[in-house]
């Protein structure tokens, strides 16, 4: 079992800067995939970043160059530096565990971007 925490979301102005924390329960270098997705009010749930157990990281196309996916291996912790905020990135963020066998799902944050 895999527990996952995120902290960090809020009120954010467009043009911002928000960073997320998610709180792995389990050494980071177990876990196959750990990525952020997000979710909008009557829209599916996308994928936003991911960063794999050797370090490598991908982007949705939608946030490249102003998202940034990090990790902090002695704190088993990751984060989604969001820069650059526009206000279609209003939604909930989950942070997600990949095991292969299994998947893991946090409880998820609001992120808002507003004038």
């Known amino acids: 079992q895999v527990q996952l925490v995120e902290s960090g979301g809020g009120l954010a102005q467009p043009g911002g800067s928000l960073r997320l924390s998610c709180a792995v329960s389990?050494?980071?270098?177990?876990?196959?995939?750990l990525a952020w997705y997000r979710q909008a009010p009557g829209k599916q749930r996308d994928l936003v970043a991911s960063?794999?157990?050797?370090?490598?990281?991908n982007y949705a196309d939608s946030v490249r160059g102003r998202f940034t996916i990090s990790r902090d291996t002695t704190k088993n912790t990751i984060y989604l530096q969001m820069d650059s905020l526009k206000p279609e990135d209003t939604a909930a963020y989950y942070c997600?565990?990949?095991?292969?066998?299994?998947?893991?799902w946090g409880q998820g944050t609001q992120v808002t971007v507003s004038s």
């Open positions: 389990k050494n980071i270098y177990s876990i196959t995939l």
């Open positions: 997600h565990a990949d095991r292969r066998v299994a998947q893991y």
């Open positions: 960063i794999s157990s050797g370090g490598k990281t």
